[in-house]
Nanobody
Framework: QVRLVESGGGLVQAGGSLRLSCVAS????????MGWFRQAPGKERVLVAR????????YYTDSVKGRFTISGDNAKNTVYLQMNSLKPEDTAVYYC???????????WGQGTQVTVSS
């Protein structure tokens, strides 16, 4: 099973920036897509951004458009999330996900905490 490891979380003031990283522990794993999800206390995990390697298409949830940028290296099963103009409502545990094909379930990382102060 693929193990994903996130890093880069931390505490930042509103308006600041953070860059999250995610890598897959199994180098031979070829992902179809990788994405970033977040979960705030008492809420469900939601998709924030996703990149599909075939075609290089990206998706962003409306609340982060223009502020977050997802990028990565398909060959290395590595994905990044550049987060700019952070807001307190961005505070959550951010999870990396990867799937082997369109219909498969996501493999998950353990999450990294992002806290944005007012």
């Amino acid at each position: 099973q693929v193990r994903l490891v996130e890093s880069g979380g931390g505490l930042v003031q509103a308006g600041g920036s953070l860059r999250l990283s995610c890598v897959a522990s199994v180098r031979t794993f070829i992902s179809y897509a990788m994405g970033w999800f977040r979960q705030a206390p008492g809420k469900e995990r939601v998709l924030v951004a996703r990149i599909t390697w075939s075609g290089g298409s990206t998706y962003y949830t409306d609340s982060v458009k223009g502020r977050f940028t997802i990028s990565g290296d398909n060959a290395k099963n590595t994905v990044y999330l550049q987060m700019n103009s952070l807001k307190p409502e961005d505070t959550a545990v951010y999870y990396c996900g990867a799937k082997r094909d369109y219909y498969s379930d996501y493999y998950w990382g353990q999450g990294t905490q992002v806290t944005v102060s007012s």
